[in-house]
């Protein structure tokens, strides 16, 4: 939309007062963009992008993600990849910060054979779906990515898969939001939010962005991730199966790596465990040998909001009183891939205007269960 037109439209709309619970990057990115829309808001969070967002490797890469069944959620991924661009460009006029967006594509990588039947069973589902694969053969992949194993068996190439770095995303929009961003527990009352120090705050709109707590219908599935540092980082995000053993690789442009990550539905850890980092760094160092003389920079356990078909939950909540919250919740494995079109739909339902298409198959009263528990 060019200036002339969102000014129009800005003025067409009513201004309203919202407050967003959640400082993790989608409700911290729902903020942003009401706030850009004119609109009033605060953001309600103890400790903002501390949770998933701080583990989250940054993919954006609904093809390098997708799974049967879930083609509702590629086809809501692959419409949010094609606003990261925009998204990050204007983040990144009005913050100051790099926010290391990067279009290199996703290699998927099967290490032996039985691995490699398992990629290609994700390719016959994306070119279902239209979604562009490049098959590459051992060769070609070498030549794309020189650091992989000379054993790895094959695999292909998503060429439109993107990544960013969510640490800076955050650092972003905290600093586009400044004072707005109210570091305290709040949960919804008639006419607003209720802090933790008893103050109200009047909304006209409460929006519940609470990442993996606050929704019945949410549960955690926690992810592990490793980071470290090597002058040897691969030059593309590689997705892979070692031996039966799901890994990702996610560099950034100052010579970090992201290698997760783990899925775990058993309570009870909330640090990396070893047993999660020892199978991360077996399979990474299997998958780019050159990994092994990486320094080691941190290890971090964050839960990710799954729901029954992981797919996010975007919509107004019937049934929980006068108020009606919006819901941008349950975002699982793709949070950050998934921020700009849930903002999107946030503000198109703040302005009680019609929300994108995609976003139709997510609605929270999908679930029996989805209501709030704050
Ligand atoms: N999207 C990456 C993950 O959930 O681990």
Redesign the pocket.
Known sequence: MNRVNRVNRVNRVNRRSVAVIGGGIIGLSCADELLRAGHEVVVCDPAPATGATHA??G?L?PAG?AWFGEEALLRLGLDSLARWPEYAANLEQRSGTDVDLRSTGTLLVGMDRDDLIDVRRSCALLEESGVRVEPLDREALWRREPGLSSRVAGGVWLPHDRHVDPRRVAVALLAVLGDRVVRQRATPVEGGVLLEDGRVLAADVVVLATGATGLASVRAVR?E?IRVRTPDAPTHMVRARVHGQPV?VVPRSDGEVVI??T?EEHPGHSAPTVGGMARLLDAARQLLPGLDTAEFIDAVARD?PGTPDNGPLLGVLEGTGAQRPIVAGGH???G??LAPVTAAVVRALVEESPPPDVAAPFHPDRFERTTPCL
Do not use: D, F
């Open positions: 989250a490797a993919m890469a993600e992810g991730v990702y997760g990550a899925e990710r699982y494995r793709g950050v891939l």
